[in-house]
């Protein structure tokens, strides 16, 4: 039922957009910060601390998720694992937010365009040394593998659990690099832990889906560039990972962007971003269809 499960959770959250407000999840950041208080030591949180950290709020899910079993012949188990999913995803509905900075584009209304961008960037867009179409269209590949591909991974690995373990990274991920940015820059070191645990769990999602994003464009310039992404690897291992979907992502789309106006290359940069990150989700459904498939025959 774990795939009835992920599509319906898919297809609910289509329907559900006026919820969305409720899985910002805010009423974990004070547990972030009494966590990094109590498990700091001189040189901040260690990976420990921050696996322990993202392990106390799974628990009681994992749990749950173990007690329903096959009760009732799985219903009650396949009804927890579409709520867990659905608070999963997020925090915010990606492909709203590309359609929202798109039409603030349309509509010549700068400001509000660079509010929305800074959203998807999780900062200032304008501060960013690359340009903004750029840095815009790099954020939406790599906030999809935060916000999608990685929740569908985890759930089809460990249940409702795994979905959520993700999610709780991600957002501890977050606050780490909002708490760095207020404090200063030499606050950051003391929580590197928080995006070094969140890049152990993105790993191999983000690898995956690098994949269907060469599926879902050109995919000779996608390998193209998956090349150039493993001879440049930057430092830490989550921006090695979100440099290899930002490259990647972007081979996938150039050559669909050849040839248009100037004048309209931003708004079309961000939809067809969003319209490679749709199709490579379609293409691990239907992966993930066939091997369910392929096990019920075996």
Same mark, same amino acid.
Request: hydrophobic share 55%.
């Given at each position: 039922?774990?795939?009835?499960?992920?599509?319906?959770?898919?297809?609910?959250?289509?329907?559900?957009?006026?919820?969305?407000?409720?899985?910002?999840?805010?009423?974990?950041?004070?547990?972030?910060?009494?966590?990094?208080?109590?498990?700091?030591?001189?040189?901040?949180?260690?990976?420990?601390?921050?696996?322990?950290?993202?392990?106390?709020?799974?628990?009681?899910? /994992?749990?749950?998720?173990?007690?329903?079993?096959?009760?009732?012949?799985?219903?009650?188990?396949?009804?927890?694992?579409?709520?867990?999913?659905?608070?999963?995803?997020?925090?915010?509905?990606?492909?709203?937010?590309?359609?929202?900075?798109?039409?603030?584009?349309?509509?010549?209304?700068?400001?509000?365009?660079?509010?929305?961008?800074?959203?998807?960037?999780?900062?200032?867009?304008?501060?960013?040394?690359?340009?903004?179409?750029?840095?815009?269209?790099?954020?939406?590949?790599?906030?999809?593998?935060?916000?999608?591909?990685?929740?569908?991974?985890?759930?089809?690995?460990?249940?409702?659990?795994?979905?959520?373990?993700?999610?709780?990274?991600?957002?501890?991920?977050?606050?780490?690099?909002?708490?760095?940015?207020?404090?200063?820059?030499?606050?950051? /070191?003391?929580?590197?832990?928080?995006?070094?645990?969140?890049?152990?769990?993105?790993?191999?999602?983000?690898?995956?889906?690098?994949?269907?994003?060469?599926?879902?464009? /050109?995919?000779?310039?996608?390998?193209?560039?998956?090349?150039?992404?493993?001879?440049?690897?930057?430092?830490?291992?989550?921006?090695?990972?979100?440099?290899?979907?930002?490259?990647?992502?972007?081979?996938?789309?150039?050559?669909?962007?050849?040839?248009?106006?100037?004048?309209?290359?931003?708004?079309?940069?961000?939809?067809?971003?969003?319209?490679?990150?749709?199709?490579?989700?379609?293409?691990?459904?239907?992966?993930?269809?066939?091997?369910?498939?392929?096990?019920?025959?075996?």
């Amino acid at each position: 039922m774990s795939v009835l499960a992920l599509l319906l959770a898919l297809v609910l959250e289509r329907g559900l957009t006026h919820l969305f407000h409720l899985r910002e999840l805010r009423w974990l950041d004070p547990w972030f910060d009494r966590a990094a208080r109590l498990l700091g030591g001189a040189g901040g949180v260690t990976l420990g601390g921050a696996a322990l950290t993202v392990l106390l709020p799974v628990l009681p899910v /994992s749990l749950v998720d173990h007690a329903l079993g096959s009760r009732l012949h799985g219903w009650p188990h396949f009804v927890f694992a579409v709520l867990v999913l659905l608070v999963s995803f997020g925090p915010r509905d990606l492909r709203d937010e590309v359609d929202d900075y798109a039409a603030a584009l349309e509509r010549g209304e700068r400001e509000e365009a660079l509010r929305l961008a800074g959203e998807l960037l999780e900062g200032d867009a304008a501060s960013r040394g690359a340009g903004r179409r750029e840095a815009v269209e790099e954020a939406i590949f790599v906030q999809a593998n935060n916000r999608i591909f990685g929740v569908i991974f985890w759930f089809l690995v460990l249940g409702p659990a795994g979905a959520w373990a993700f999610r709780v990274s991600d957002l501890m991920r977050r606050r780490a690099a909002f708490e760095a940015a207020r404090r200063g820059a030499d606050s950051a /070191s003391g929580r590197a832990a928080a995006p070094l645990l969140h890049g152990l769990f993105a790993w191999i999602p983000a690898r995956l889906a690098a994949g269907a994003y060469a599926l879902a464009g /050109s995919f000779e310039d996608a390998v193209g560039s998956w090349r150039i992404a493993v001879d440049r690897a930057a430092e830490g291992l989550l921006d090695r990972t979100e440099d290899l979907l930002a490259r990647v992502g972007k081979a996938s789309l150039q050559p669909s962007l050849a040839g248009l106006d100037p004048t309209v290359l931003d708004v079309a940069t961000a939809r067809g971003a969003w319209r490679i990150v749709r199709r490579a989700a379609w293409i691990w459904l239907a992966v993930v269809a066939a091997l369910v498939l392929a096990d019920k025959v075996t």
